[in-house]
């Protein structure tokens, strides 16, 4: 097993504790706000602005973390987290609701912004597909974990409390996990020779960054990520409502489809070593695509537990893949403004998705969204395949990209 500094080790606690949060925010937000009478458009919206929100503030949170530093950007990041998720069940008024889903979509996109510069400095080139594989690993386990406890506990208070008050004592319980982010955070180290940017040189720093492969990358990770929003936040709607599951079982389908991420993540670096990393985030994805087709035929809960279980073990793998393959596309300086922009274009594109995904189910069917997906999947994955066609038609590829 690969060791890495203390720095990853401390970094992935506070990205186990952000999954976590975020995990019971998917899960539940939707079906909070249908118990509350709101239809699948409202939902929809909600989610949208929480995504939007992650997508914008990936620009200041960049700033953030070049000028005030890591460590503090963190904490506050976590701490909006926390606000945002405590205060959103606490008040029924939808604007107020609105307003904690983007508090809480500001402190998720700290981190989300942080992540692949942050790795890419605290490790060596020869264990960072390992990093970023374990990272990827431990975002699906807080998943996975939000998913299955999330599922349980809500089904074991709605013997004591309605459904909505079960959901708000399961956001307040994450709220309070959230905090204790702030110790590994205390723990963590600057780098030694950080100097931080002023605002007209984090500026420059995209403008450096705008070559033409980096752009087919942002285009390609914006439909890959617009695909994603239209299906993914309303995986808990369409098994809760088209196919009348109780909660538990559907945080555990939930969480078994995590677990694959979590295989998958664990097996990425060998398939890597294998078939190089471009070649390793073709086969992942376009292997996904016939079960994302599966989940939207009606079938028995074994059957659509395992097409979830490999549609998100499959197409999430290259995760770890992708995130390595962007960092390189640029210097080292100029690494936090990709990380802001790869954010930007892939939350945006979620948020248009999920609005498009809510509108769809309410208008047509709880199914039509996943065709529409899987067109998009392909688009994406003919254009990465384009963006990376050279070291494709290279007869040494694999030896030069490992």
């Known amino acids: 097993m690969t060791k890495f500094n203390k720095n990853i080790y401390l970094f992935l606690s506070i990205n186990l504790l952000a999954s976590f949060a975020m995990?019971?925010?998917?899960m539940f937000i939707g079906i909070y706000l249908k118990e509350m009478g709101y239809q699948e458009h409202l939902v929809g919206s909600i989610l949208s602005i929480n995504t939007f929100t992650m997508a914008i503030a990936s620009i200041p949170s960049a700033y953030l973390i070049e000028r005030i530093g890591r460590k503090r950007s963190f904490t506050l990041g976590f701490f909006c987290i926390a606000i945002g998720s405590a205060c959103l069940v606490?008040?029924?008024?939808?604007?107020?609701?609105t307003a904690m889903a983007m508090l809480n979509g500001f402190g998720l996109s700290v981190k989300a912004t942080a992540?692949?510069?942050?790795?890419?400095?605290?490790?060596?080139?020869?264990?960072?597909?390992?990093?970023?594989?374990?990272?990827?690993?431990?975002?699906?386990?807080?998943?996975?974990?939000?998913?299955?406890?999330?599922?349980?506990?809500?089904?074991?208070?709605?013997?004591?409390?309605?459904?909505?008050?079960?959901?708000?004592i399961i956001f307040i319980m994450?709220?309070?996990?959230?905090?204790?982010?702030?110790?590994?955070?205390?723990?963590?180290?600057?780098?030694?020779?950080?100097?931080?940017?002023?605002?007209?040189?984090c500026l420059k720093g995209y403008v450096n960054i705008l070559n033409k492969?980096?752009?087919?990358?942002?285009?390609?990770?914006?439909?890959?990520?617009?695909?994603?929003?239209?299906?993914?936040?309303?995986?808990?709607?369409?098994?809760?409502?088209?196919?009348?599951?109780e909660d538990s079982i559907v945080g555990m389908i939930l969480s078994i489809s995590q677990f694959g991420c979590i295989l998958g993540g664990s097996i990425i670096p060998f398939m890597s070593n294998r078939f190089g990393k471009i070649r390793s985030v073709i086969i992942c994805q376009m292997l996904s695509i016939p079960f994302l087709l599966s989940i939207a035929f009606p079938q028995g809960l074994i059957l659509i537990s395992i097409s979830f279980f490999m549609r998100n073990g499959l197409m999430n793998m290259a995760m770890p893949l992708t995130q390595n393959l962007s960092m390189e596309l640029v210097d080292e300086k100029d690494r936090t403004n990709l990380s802001s922009v790869l954010s930007l274009s892939s939350n945006v594109s979620r948020a248009i998705g999920i609005s498009i995904g809510g509108f769809v189910m309410e208008k047509v069917s709880y199914n039509a969204p996943y065709y529409v997906t899987i067109v998009l999947y392909i688009i994406g994955i003919i254009m990465f395949s384009n963006i990376y066609k050279q070291e494709l038609k290279s007869k040494c590829y694999k030896q030069v990209e490992n």
Do not use: C, H, W
């Open 90 to 97: 606490l008040f029924e008024n939808i604007f107020f609701i």
């Open 174 to 201: 994450s709220a309070l996990l959230s905090i204790l982010a702030l110790i590994p955070i205390f723990f963590m180290k600057e780098p030694k020779d950080l100097k931080p940017r002023d605002f007209k040189s």
């Open 213 to 245: 492969k980096v752009v087919n990358f942002m285009v390609y990770n914006f439909i890959i990520g617009l695909g994603a929003g239209i299906v993914v936040p309303f995986f808990s709607v369409y098994l809760k409502y088209s196919m009348s599951i």
């Open 115 to 168: 992540e692949g510069m942050y790795i890419t400095e605290n490790t060596k080139d020869d264990e960072r597909v390992s990093a970023f594989s374990m990272n990827f690993i431990i975002s699906n386990t807080g998943m996975m974990g939000a998913s299955f406890i999330g599922g349980m506990l809500s089904s074991y208070m709605g013997n004591f409390f309605s459904s909505t008050q079960a959901i708000t």
């Open 23 to 26: 995990g019971i925010f998917n």
